[in-house]
């Protein structure tokens, strides 16, 4: 069990408003991260998280940012979204250094 | 940036059948996890493998790390309904030091019962 909670698990909002998304952890661990899944396109990092304030980009990373503020929440956020956000947006933990990563139940993000 | 080439896309069987899939890159690869993902939910871990040869069983599913570092099978044995979903590679590159995972795009499973 991950022990993570998503919220909210469903949104629909229009092009150009701001959302964040938030990804809550019960369990201290070191590693966060944040997919999208796709049709087609299985799931690809956005940005990941080594520590408290410490983040890195992924391979999506354009238009999105993250913030880590305490271990157990890693909030993603898209400043103006686009319809080309429409998605399912997973967020992952991992304890340590070589662990594998456990994932929540998903966020569908549906930009109008 | 790197990918995992999983295989088949899709299977359809008959309950009580073996399944076998599996993944290969180009590059050599630490650590190898297979997920299982049904609709609506993320992905569940199945099996983590960390050492090249080893094979690990979860039950009726046995995953093997490949030889070469570059590629792991997944099994699963007289197949049942429940075992409808999609099932997703994922490995840890060798090179890099990083903690990112690259993942395969999934073999979508139907079991007929």
């Known amino acids: 069990d991950a022990g993570i909670t998503q919220s909210p698990r469903h949104k629909v909002t229009e092009t150009g408003t701001p959302v964040t998304l938030r990804c809550h952890q019960t369990?201290?661990?070191?590693?966060m991260y944040w997919y999208r899944q796709d049709p087609g396109h299985g799931l690809r990092l956005i940005h990941y998280s080594y520590g408290v304030k410490d983040t890195d980009k992924g391979e999506v990373s354009d238009g999105y940012s993250v913030s880590r503020s305490k271990t157990e929440d890693f909030l993603l956020t898209l400043e103006s979204a686009t319809s080309s956000q429409t998605s399912v947006y997973f967020c992952?933990?991992?304890?340590?250094?070589?662990?594998?990563?456990?994932f929540g139940d998903g966020t569908r993000l549906s930009i109008l | 940036g790197q990918q995992l080439n999983q295989s088949p896309q899709s299977m359809f069987i008959q309950e009580g059948e073996d399944v076998s899939m599996n993944c290969t890159s180009s590059s050599i690869f630490n650590t190898w996890l297979w997920y299982k993902q049904d609709p609506g939910e993320g992905p569940v871990l199945l099996i983590a493998?960390?050492?090249?040869?080893e094979l690990t069983s979860n039950g009726r599913l046995t995953a093997q790390f490949g030889i070469t570092r570059k590629d792991s099978f997944l099994n699963i044995s007289a197949s049942i309904p429940s075992d409808v979903g999609i099932y997703f590679c994922?490995?840890?590159?060798?090179?890099?030091?990083?903690?990112?995972?690259?993942f395969g795009k999934g073999t979508k499973l139907t079991v007929n019962p």
């Open positions: 994922a490995g840890r590159p060798a090179q890099g030091g990083s903690e990112k995972l690259v």
């Open positions: 992952a933990n991992q304890r340590s250094v070589g662990q594998p990563q456990h």
């Open positions: 493998l960390y050492k090249a040869g």
């Open positions: 369990e201290n661990h070191r590693y």
